[in-house]
């Protein structure tokens, strides 16, 4: 297994740092041959990693909420307005 390098510049962190020796031993090396890891697919991971509704419906009942209160407002305004044939 080859030695994994490091991104950090050490030289710039506290040497009080708590976790100075996992940044110095740095990123893992990926074994292409691991048969207990093998890569995943571009498919797959796309999938994994897709966004998703967390609150179902949530998206929705926010746009109700919006449409809702758009309406409101309109309804507010045409009532405020005058025509110039009517008496303010």
């Known amino acids: 297994m080859r030695k994994a390098e490091s991104n950090w510049d050490l030289r710039r962190i506290d040497r009080s740092f708590p976790y ?3 940044l110095m031993r740095g990123r893992p090396a990926r074994r292409e041959d691991d048969p207990k890891h093998p890569p995943m697919d571009r498919g797959h991971r796309a999938k994994i990693f897709a966004p998703f509704d ?3 419906g949530f998206s ?6 919006n449409r809702l209160r758009e309406e409101t407002a309109l309804e507010k ?7 110039p044939w009517e008496d303010p």
């Open 54 to 56: 967390a609150l179902d």
């Open 20 to 22: 100075l020796r996992v």
């Open 60 to 65: 929705d009942l926010i746009g109700q909420k």
């Open 77 to 83: 305004t045409e009532e405020n307005i005058c025509m």
